[in-house]
């Protein structure tokens, strides 16, 4: 059963810095992973999605990279700013569906 | 182009009663797929309907059933409801059959069970 881990699971960083969120799984059979965004009582919005073949995607001041063999992917936000704040969710889609992790609960400081 | 529409965004319920929720996918989408949210397990995997097939299923009692229609909406009835049913419950969908394609979701419907 795929399993999906998010650290940190919280982060709270002055405007500005550079951050980087953390994903591992333990089944590497996937066939893409996606980096969403939820904020308080919404859905989630897609950030970005890399298939499994590709090491990384980007958009705008968000970088993903994805190591399959390894069973992790990276999310960096540059330049953070006070609207980046909100929680950080990272899905694996394998034979089962998406598996999500727990997230990573963003605050940039203004 | 509009989104993922889920409907409604609310509701309150007594335990032992029944409810539905409904979900329109991105127009195109073949595949819905059901998620309940809540604080202490995260996000987790309800059913996905493709082509008015179910074709995964997570590990949830029967209470929880689901179908779609010929338009690709898709349905998910909760019977016998009870307090720890109280979640969010989210909706994806995806464009093709294929398991390689971006999930979008809906808004979600919050769903109180008192």
């Known amino acids: 059963k795929q399993e999906v881990t998010q650290i940190p699971a919280a982060l709270s960083v002055p405007e500005g810095e550079n951050l980087v969120l953390n994903c591992s799984f333990t089944d590497s059979a996937i066939y893409n992973l996606q980096w969403f965004r939820q904020d308080p009582g919404k859905g989630l919005t897609s950030l970005l999605l890399?298939?499994?073949?590709?090491r990384e995607q980007t958009s705008g001041r968000l970088n993903a990279s994805l190591d399959k063999s390894s069973g992790r992917s990276t999310l960096y936000i540059a330049a953070s700013q006070p609207g980046d704040s909100a929680t950080y969710l990272c899905?694996?889609?394998?034979?089962?569906?998406?598996?999500f992790g727990k997230g990573t609960h963003l605050i940039i400081q203004p | 182009k509009a989104g993922v529409t889920q409907t409604p965004r609310y509701l309150i319920k007594t335990r032992g009663q029944q409810v539905t929720l409904s979900c329109s996918p991105i127009?195109?989408?073949?595949?819905v797929s059901w998620y309940q949210q809540t604080p202490g397990q995260g996000l987790q995997f309800l059913f996905e309907?493709?082509?008015?097939?179910?074709?995964n299923k997570g590990n949830f009692p029967g209470r929880f059933s689901g179908r779609q229609f010929s338009n690709s909406r898709s349905e998910m009835n909760v019977s016998t409801l009870e307090l720890g049913d109280s979640a969010l419950y989210l909706c994806?969908?995806?464009?093709?059959?294929?398991?390689?394609?971006?999930?979008?979701f809906g808004q979600g419907t919050r769903l109180t069970v008192v």
């Open positions: 899905a694996v889609n394998g034979a089962d569906g998406l598996t």
């Open positions: 890399i298939q499994s073949s590709q």
């Open positions: 309907y493709f082509s008015e097939t179910q074709r």
């Open positions: 127009s195109g989408h073949r595949s």
């Open positions: 994806a969908s995806s464009q093709t059959g294929t398991r390689n394609t971006e999930a979008f």
